[in-house]
């Protein structure tokens, strides 16, 4: 079973900064690729920023050059770093994993969210 939690969100001001942790558990093989998604009210769920296993980052266009995504792979956990916020920034994020179980299965897990809230 993979166990995926989030850490970090908050309250920030238009221009602000917040930095968001996602630590990953459980009986894993390896880690494919780790992301952050966000849903706002109303809105579907979509994706922020994600890094492949060998360090490959993919941003959405709306994040770019404001927000930045690393991870720890010896400690099993993704970051993203949130600058410049604004308040369309305004969403529950979500961490997302995608790996390999010890039972040789691929899985895909999801944390329970963190608010991220932008206002003055």
């Known amino acids: 079973q993979v166990h995926v939690a989030e850490s970090g969100g908050g309250l920030a001001q238009p221009g602000g900064s917040l930095r968001l942790s996602c630590a990953a558990s459980g009986s894993i093989v390896r880690f494919n690729a780790m992301g952050w998604y966000r849903q706002a009210p109303g809105k579907e769920r979509e994706l922020v920023a994600d890094i492949s296993s060998g360090g490959t980052r993919n941003y959405a266009d709306s994040v770019k050059n404001r927000f930045s995504i690393s991870r720890d792979n010896a400690k099993n956990m993704v970051y993203l770093q949130m600058d410049s916020l604004k308040p369309e920034d305004t969403a529950v994020y979500y961490c997302?994993?995608?790996?390999?179980?010890?039972?040789?299965?691929?899985?895909?897990?999801w944390g329970q969210g963190t608010q991220v809230t932008v206002s003055s």
């Open positions: 997302n994993v995608i790996g390999l179980s010890a039972t040789m299965s691929l899985f895909r897990a």
